[in-house]
């Protein structure tokens, strides 16, 4: 395993974005596995991995759109529907499917799969777009989606609550049902289109505009990356303890949240009722960043983040030294799907309701072990990409060709 080149194992896979993708993983189960976070000791590690980790997986799967493209000739790219979208819908409907299974059994998680099937169909026309235009749309859509999110709530009587669930198999055997599942993966469930979506842009934009290849561009990406979150979250808290949003809001949830006005903390009280996205009672919900508040200040400072960790990263594995050090993650950031549907299974059944530091060291122990161990079994098969991401390949290819 040589240095300078950055890739994982001579997969041609850029080991720096495995590794960040191995990282989100690993900030997934500290949410989902973990103890309550709390901003003091070691629960500074939850902090940072609450909310960030579904943005950043949303993030890398645009980056990882690009890089799937690059070296092809836009000119070469089939453009009959068969070779160009049968492929996508099939890929698109094994995620919805196996999203939507996963949900109804209830692990205690909100499952995420069923939305990625959305933004990978909507992502595909965005793919075709110049460099310039598609940063120009990822721009925009930072703060368009989350306005539109906010406007269209009180449209669908989502006003003041009731938004961030997501779709489950009782939701197709109506058609209400399905009405509200087309709902929730477009605007009111816990990854909704409207607000997760500008994340699959702006990784997209990244991916055009930066060759993480090169160090220097890999630099740049950490330090503009650092000031982005710097922005978004500062400007947050600027508009929160210095422009008075804080008492607006505590004006508005007095009349429209009445229930949360006696807690320690009404605002965060209002957000973990809807899982995070914000109520369309008051334009100050659109000044926060707290984690899953789905608002433009929120995804600025989580595509910093992002940014930052790319580059870093990058950075790291242009070297011998960082790639051996990264390795355990870009192994298990190769295999992140696999990583997803395993531990969904496991919270549905032994694990359920765990909540604790035992648990995420347990999780994220077993998931670095054991994505170690399948890849040196399966080093020369095709099955070195995991179980799920395999299976998922094979249903492309053989139902594309069928």
């Keep these: 395993m040589g240095g300078g080149n950055g890739k994982a194992g001579g997969s041609g896979r850029l080991a720096g974005v495995d590794a960040v993708r191995g990282l989100a993983v690993l900030g997934m189960f500290a949410v989902h596995v973990g103890p309550s976070p709390q901003p003091e000791g070691a629960g500074y590690v939850l902090v940072a991995a609450d909310g960030r980790a579904p943005a950043l997986f949303t993030l890398l799967a645009g980056f990882s759109l690009v890089l799937a493209q690059r070296g ?4 070469q790219r089939p453009d009959g529907w068969a070779e160009r979208w049968r492929p996508l819908l099939i890929r698109c409907a094994v995620l919805a499917v196996l999203g939507v299974w996963l949900a109804s059994l209830w692990p205690g998680i909100l499952v995420i799969l069923a939305f990625f099937a959305v ?3 909507v992502a595909e026309p965005f793919t075709r777009l110049s460099t ?3 940063t120009a749309v990822a721009g925009v859509s930072v703060v368009a989606g989350p306005v539109l999110s906010f406007l269209l709530g009180p449209v669908f009587g989502y006003e003041a609550s009731g938004r961030g669930l997501v779709p489950e198999a009782t939701d197709l055997t109506s058609w209400s049902g399905l009405g509200t599942a087309l709902c929730e993966l477009l605007l009111t469930g816990a990854y909704p289109l409207a607000t997760y979506f500008p994340y699959v842009l702006v990784g997209m934009a990244l991916a055009r505009l930066c060759d993480v290849r090169e160090g220097a561009v890999a630099r740049r990406m950490a330090v503009w990356g650092t000031v982005a979150a710097v922005a978004g ?7 929160a303890h210095v422009f008075g ?8 949830i007095a009349v429209h949240h009445p229930e949360a006005v006696a807690t320690a903390d009404p605002i965060r009280e209002v ?6 996205a914000v109520p369309s009672t008051s334009w100050d919900w659109l000044l926060v960043a707290d984690p899953y ?9 989580n595509a910093g983040v992002g940014c930052a960790l790319i580059g870093l990263c990058a950075l790291a594995a242009r070297h011998g030294v960082g790639v051996l050090l990264l390795r355990p993650l870009t192994l298990l950031g190769a295999m992140a ?3 997803y549907v395993v531990h969904a299974l496991v919270l549905a059944g032994p694990a359920h309701g765990a909540a604790s530091w035992s648990a995420w060291v347990a999780f994220s122990g077993a998931a670095l072990a054991l994505t170690w161990a399948w890849q040196r079994v399966w080093a020369d098969s095709p099955l070195r990409r995991g179980p799920v991401e395999h299976a998922l390949r094979l249903a492309t290819r053989g139902w594309s060709r069928g």
């Design 293 to 301: 508040s789905q608002t433009p200040l929120e995804t600025l400072g």
């Design 245 to 252: 949003a804080r008492e607006r809001l505590l004006e508005a």
């Design 233 to 239: 979250y500062g400007a947050a808290w600027l508009a």
């Design 132 to 134: 310039p235009v598609l």
């Design 72 to 75: 092809q000739d836009p000119a």
């Design 119 to 121: 933004y990978f169909l």
């Design 271 to 276: 957000l973990g009722g809807q899982y995070g």
């Design 337 to 339: 799907l696999s990583a």
